[in-house]
């Protein structure tokens, strides 16, 4: 920007600063009038830099340049002729920014340098420790062998924090507390509050701490540097003084040993881990709850030592201690004792033993008493055998049989049964304070369960009012039991009904020792059943029995399975008979149906009938309960019973009732006359 300056009477153009010509170092002022007054003051005339009369110099700036190696562009600072531009130029306050940053980076302001990293003392001094080796002496008044004790110890300067411990070397078998003496803290130097440092610290010289005396004779090599690298002149080191007690402790004792004729050390260098095994046994049966025990005695050839294990059978109820008595030697002989001596000592030394057990006192077959304990040698191992074989000449080893002979069994005498409850239920008593109910065949209860044979029997008895009763034998599978019923028959002047409950029945010549009952194979058509003194005669079964028997033909003698098969071989044929000679059953039946409808009709007018006496007796007369009977039974039954068998409709019923030649189904026949 250009100033304006008057001085008498004229006006003229100074250039500011930044325009002054650089070669003098003066002002030139630019004047827009031409006069001498400009000249002597160095004013330039305005019209010169308008018409750049006072251009020397026409080239232009150079703004290519290389640095470090590289080309890079810069922009001009002058212009054509040396002009200063003012487009490239800086203004004062970004050259003070200039001055105070540095220059910035391809991508951004450029980062300061750290600065310069400060290391703490607790880090640059970890697990850095000084250690000097001490020692301190101590008065020891109420001892004959020692009047004062030295004890070392070892000093440790912590450099992190000035910290200082008392660490005592722990001595074995010293009787005093050792180890730490002054724990790790800062040590107060005097009263005035301040601590030891390490530079009170050096060889030869005593320090106090808390009372206590320390000498320091020595230190570490790298305390040693660390002294010296800070300036500090070491004193020479010094020897460790030792305790004097302790130094004659150390010292071995003087033994007097008197040599002896026998080399004990020859002895366990040739008998070592020779072991003489005896198998013994101690018989204890003479005390109360006494018994035999067997043990296993060890004979210790290196140094003439026994040694007594046990053997423990299983579950015999004993604490598992396997010695009995441990591996020492055993006196066999005594001296002889005065009566001042007491009678139990804890030890026995050599001056009170006359002998020693030894290998010769043991042998197989001979008893040994140890320790007032008598043990039977029964048996010796392998190894034994040939020692005393070798060693003593001996050769007999047979070894003794310990078994228990067995005790004679006393025969059992049972009471003859008294007739009350089951026979093995009452057996039980003889066995057992406490009886258990004999066991059960479960699997053939649940695979014969509700299978029941039925047999009709008839009584044997010389009253002839007994030989007509019937009764109905049942037989169950699941337990071989039988029970008797007697059907109830009117006007018999019998009471019916059950005649002997579920039991098993005996067969006759059975004793209580060897009892056998009745079976389904003894069971067959005609055969004599005796049920506690009453004799039954089988007359007839059911057909499940015969079925039953042939599908488990293989369990019953062909005997029995034939008896039924003759017996039911009849019924059979007339049943085959029936079923081929009748029409065709649906016709049959509803022709029968019919009929029988038009004969109670009929027979309405005949109240004197007695229907349900009909049908007893047509019962009682059919023995086999095959319900069919001969015609001329059937026709003779009927007169004598009333049934007019003239009228034309009971007649065609009988027709229809009529099954093969002369037989009658007289169940059909009944349905016409219903009870």
Known sequence: MKTLASKGGGSYW?????????????????????????????????????????????????TLDYRNGCAFFRLPTVGIGGEQLHVNQLSEAELDELSSIRPTLTYGQ????????????????????????????????????????????????????????????????????????????????NEHGDHFHWKDLNRGMNITMYGRTYRIVDCDPFTQVFLQSQGIELNPPEKMVFDPYTELRRMPLRKYITPSDFD????????????????????????????????????YLADDTVEVREIHEHNDGRDPFPVLIKRQRLPKTFVDKKTTFPSCVLEISDQEVL????????????????LGRPFFIYDCDEFTRNFYRDKFGITDFQPVDIRKKPLEEV????????????????????????????????????????????????????????????????????????????PPVRNSGIIGGKYLGKTRVPKPGSTTENATYYEPSDLTIGSTVEVFGHRFVI???????????????????AATLQSLRDHFRPRQVVKDTAISDSPIPETRKQELDELIVQVQEELKLHNYLNNRNIQEKFHQRDQDG???????????????????????????????????ENKINYGDFLRAFPS
């Not at 010509?21 to 305005?46: A, D, E, I």
């Not at 406490?434 to 699997?443: E, F, G, H, T, Y």
Request: with cysteine; proline share 7%.
């Open 355 to 370: 002998e020693w057990y030894t290998a010769k006192d043991f042998a197989v077959g001979k008893s040994t008493t140890l």
């Open 110 to 189: 450029a980062k300061r340098a750290p600065p310069s990293d400060f290391i703490p003392a607790y880090v640059a001094f970890d697990k850095k420790i000084l250690k000097f080796d001490a020692y301190f002496q101590e008065d020891v008044p109420l001892s004959a062998e020692e009047h004062y004790r030295i004890r070392q110890v070892g000093i440790y300067y912590y450099l992190e924090d000035d910290s200082m411990s008392v660490m005592e070397p722990v001595v074995p078998n010293s009787g005093l507390p050792q180890g730490k003496l002054i724990r790790r803290q800062r040590v107060p130097k």
């Open 411 to 486: 025969p059992q005498v049972i009471p003859p049964y008294n007739g009350f409850g089951f026979l093995e239920d009452s057996l039980q008593n003889c066995f057992s304070l406490l009886p258990k109910p004999p066991r059960k065949d479960v699997i053939k209860m649940l695979e014969n369960d509700h299978k029941v044979l039925r047999y009709q029997v008839a009584l044997e008895s010389p009253n002839p009012e007994d030989r007509k009763r019937r009764f109905i034998l049942s037989y169950f599978l699941s337990n071989d039991m039988i029970s008797i019923y007697e």
């Open 626 to 660: 095959s319900g069919i009977l001969d015609k001329g039974e059937f026709l003779a039954l009927c007169n004598s019973l009333n049934v007019p068998t003239s009228n034309v409709l009971v007649n065609k019923l009988i027709g229809l009732c009529s099954c093969g």
């Open 539 to 557: 007359t007839d079964a059911d057909e499940y029995v015969l079925n039953y028997m042939e599908s488990n033909a293989e369990s019953f003698p």
């Open 14 to 62: 100074f250039a500011p600063a930044w325009q002054q010509n650089q070669n003098t170092g003066r002002g030139n002022s630019l004047c827009t009038k031409s006069c001498s007054l400009c000249k002597k003051r160095g004013l330039v005339p305005w019209h010169f830099i308008r018409y750049g009369l006072e251009k020397t110099s026409f080239h232009r700036s150079q």
């Open 264 to 299: 004990q050390l020859k002895q366990f260098l040739t008998y070592d881990k020779q072991v003489l095994r005896f198998y013994a046994i101690w018989d204890d049966t003479n005390s109360m709850f006494g018994e035999k025990r067997p043990y296993i005695i060890h004979y």
